[in-house]
């Protein structure tokens, strides 16, 4: 494998595993909130170093947006890239409104309620635009990452198929119970957590509420790619 291609998936597990940090930094950091905001600050600024990064790793594809047919598949590709940068560009800019450590400096005052709901919303639908891209292009990571390694059996493929099946229903549950709904609908203008929760629960049930849109984005590709190849 190509050392771009392993910076490529290098750089996407950084994201994700980063990602599931933010949604959490309030449990994680719960007992000192202080130290907790602050961390989220730092994470939040790697998370946006590495979304640019992706995009500079991607930037042949960015380079071609303009140019070239638009098939189903390409206007839902580049529509999902687009809300992304939108929601992550948002949630960037509200936390340098909100910043009391990394940004601090700057001087921001005012607009503190506007940009915590701007935050918040940016947050959980960005969330959701994330999984659905990485399920978009799952072909693809799951092709470079098959380089490394030998092709997998038969039935090792249904024991994969079967384990996404159960996280993707496990993730359906968790999305209810961890209203992400509401919180994506505003109907909550602060996150609630139990702070005596353990956090691997709400790592994992994050972890397969991604792992539901993942699905839900692959199953998309898949749609459009037969579709586009039986015209």
């Known amino acids: 494998m190509k050392s771009k291609q392993i910076w490529k998936i290098t750089v996407d597990i950084l994201m994700t595993v980063t990602l599931l ?15 907790g905001e602050a961390v989220h600050e730092w994470l939040g600024t790697g998370m946006f170093v590495l979304f640019v990064l992706h995009h500079f790793l991607n930037r042949k594809w960015s380079l071609r947006v303009l140019k070239g047919k638009y098939t189903p598949y390409r206007a839902v590709q580049t529509t999902l890239v687009a809300l992304v940068l939108l929601t992550m ?13 990394v940004f601090s400096f700057l001087g921001v005052r005012g607009g503190q309620a506007a940009a915590r709901i701007v935050h918040m919303l940016c947050a959980y639908w960005g969330f959701v635009f994330m999984s659905l891209h990485l399920g978009l292009h799952w072909r693809v990571i799951m ?18 198929r079967m384990t996404a099946a159960l996280i993707a229903v496990y993730g359906v549950y968790a999305f209810i119970k961890r209203d992400f709904g509401n919180y994506m609908l505003l109907q909550y203008h602060f996150v609630l957590l139990d702070f005596e929760e353990p956090l691997v629960l709400l790592l994992l049930d994050d972890a397969a ?16 790619i037969e579709k586009k190849h039986s015209g």
């Open 21 to 35: 940090l933010l949604m959490a930094y309030s449990l994680v950091y719960g007992s000192n909130p202080a130290v």
């Open 209 to 224: 509420i991604m792992g539901l849109f993942a699905g839900v984005g692959y199953y998309i590709s898949v749609l459009l």
């Open 89 to 101: 560009c948002g949630s960037m800019v509200s936390g340098i409104l909100l910043s009391r450590t």
């Open 143 to 160: 092709g470079m990452a098959g380089k490394l390694t030998k092709k997998s059996s038969k039935g090792c493929r249904w024991i994969l």
